[in-house]
């Protein structure tokens, strides 16, 4: 063994042995579509191609909510507590290889190392390497941001160690020590039993399943309240459904998204998300107000917190629920979709400032970024993008410079042009009048159009795809089969 690998090997055995971080338990008594990203996709013209519809099957995640026995959640939380350790460890064996010999270390070497375990911390494996892989896999994913944003000149944000009441999702990158049943409605993780699911649960996975899904992923995570779970399994392979627009296959709608109007289209809808969480806003104010009263740590401020924490989870699936059908209906009617390539990370920062240079109108931009996150209007962008893969349209992102000042009719710009809701052009000869959202949204529009002509033109080529994150293997080396549910 090199160098290297002795410091990584000796920094592992340090935190094993010396330093006390894989002490043994005592048993007292817990995938996302691949979809381009602005970052990935190729710019056609003025805007980026983020969806082209041409994808035969597609990867889909179902999520799925159920309740452990007393004895299956002790479980859980214990492999919880297992791969938060494992994390820590793997996080303190790049920091020390870093700082004693100026070296990094890939996900792999750490994988490896993992089979020194053996007769050290059997309690450890009793789950499989599976989740402790996933929590290395996680922390590489962590540093591969850190240096993302270092590579940027953002603020780098090194990862950091976790604590185990903080640490509440265990992932497998493949289907090995766990096995899902859906027509008994089961779930079995190795270590922990089989967990029963729902009806609404066995329906999802059988529509998966019925369109020629292979379920490869699996993610658990406790809720906030800690008595609720749910598990997000990934399929791959889901047969598409592609349907043709009602309004025509090359028909081309723009959609604006603001705080105010939550979408508005270029043939003139206005589509507003209820207030969902402002409706709640009142009854989670109430029981913050009762929490405070109450001793931290005691039963009744324990019950208080799952009654806030259900009361933001209700109103965010309303909003979700809203986002997806909005963005179904559109997408089932134009062929073409073009969206703002909006900076919400940006468009939310808050303008606090510093001690030194205080920022200005701090109560209104704090009251603007609740309005926008209550119009959840990323969520919707996701939605968009996912029910057009499956119905075989295209979306592009187009930059939203000038959107809202920029006349439709004569595309005279000035800021000016916009009077609250109204939009009127200042140029004498024109005098176009609409509402500012439509004609942003027509603006829009016209963008798409533009990206649409240069994809064309260049022969319409397809779009880049994602490679999906698999772990490295031999080539004669086949994949662990599954773990038989019990009868």
């Not at 035969?56 to 799925?64: C, F, M, N, S, Y």
């Not at 779009?463 to 009868?487: E, S």
Request: glycine share 8%; with cysteine.
């Amino acid at each position: 063994m090199d160098a290297g690998g002795v410091c990584r090997l000796a920094a592992f055995d340090d935190l094993i042995t010396r330093r006390g971080m894989w002490r043994r338990h005592t048993p007292m008594a817990p995938l996302s579509s691949v979809i381009s990203s602005r970052e990935k996709a190729k710019k056609y013209g003025p805007g980026w191609l983020l969806v082209d519809g041409s994808d035969e099957t597609v990867i889909r995640k179902a999520e799925l909510s159920f309740r452990p026995s007393k004895c299956q959640a002790v479980l859980l939380e214990r492999l919880l507590g297992a791969c938060c350790e494992v994390y820590n460890a793997g996080l303190q064996e790049r920091r020390d290889a870093w700082r004693i010999q100026a070296k990094s270390i890939r996900v792999y070497d750490q994988f490896n190392q993992i089979t020194f375990l053996r007769g050290v911390r059997d309690d450890v494996l009793v789950w499989g390497i599976g989740p402790l892989r996933g929590a290395l896999r996680r922390l590489d994913e962590a540093y591969g941001a850190f240096y993302r944003r270092c590579a940027a000149g953002l603020t780098p944000g090194h990862p950091r160690f976790k604590s185990r009441r903080r640490y509440d999702t265990v992932c497998w990158d493949e289907p090995t020590s766990w096995a899902l049943d859906a027509e008994r409605g089961l779930l079995r993780i190795q270590g922990v039993g089989n967990l029963a699911l729902s009806k609404s649960a066995r329906r999802q996975l059988a529509r998966l399943a019925g369109r020629g899904g292979t379920a490869v992923t699996l993610t658990v995570t406790r809720g906030r309240s800690g008595k609720s779970w749910r598990a997000c399994v990934g399929f791959k392979g889901v047969a598409v459904a592609k349907t043709a627009p009602a309004d025509g296959p090359d028909t081309l709608v723009g959609a604006d998204r603001n705080a105010i109007v939550t979408v508005a289209l270029s043939d003139g809808q206005l589509l507003q998300m209820p207030a969902f969480l402002g409706e709640a806003r009142d009854l989670i104010a109430e029981l913050q107000r009762q929490r405070a009263t109450k001793k931290k740590g005691s039963v009744a401020w324990k019950n208080l917190n799952r009654r806030i924490a259900k009361a933001y989870r209700r109103a965010r699936h309303r909003s979700d629920n809203w986002a997806r059908q909005t963005a179904r209906d559109i997408v089932a009617n134009y062929g073409v979709v073009a969206l703002e390539d909006l900076k919400l990370t940006n468009m939310m920062a808050s303008a606090a400032g510093t001690v030194e240079a205080p920022g200005t109108n701090v109560a209104a931009k704090a009251a603007l970024n609740r309005k926008l996150a209550e119009a959840a209007l990323g969520r919707l962008h996701h939605w968009i993008c996912v029910k057009a893969e499956e119905a075989g349209r295209r979306v592009w992102a187009v930059p939203a410079k000038n959107t809202s000042r920029r006349c439709a009719a004569c595309g005279h710009t000035a800021a000016t042009n916009r009077d609250g809701p109204r939009f009127v052009c200042g140029k004498p000869e024109c005098g176009h009048t609409n509402h500012a959202d439509i004609n942003a949204a027509e603006n829009i529009a016209a963008l798409g159009h533009d990206c649409e002509t240069a994809w064309q033109t260049v022969g319409r080529p397809p779009m880049v795809r994602l490679k999906p994150r698999l772990r490295r293997r031999k080539a004669d080396n086949q994949p662990a089969p599954a773990p038989p549910l019990a009868a």
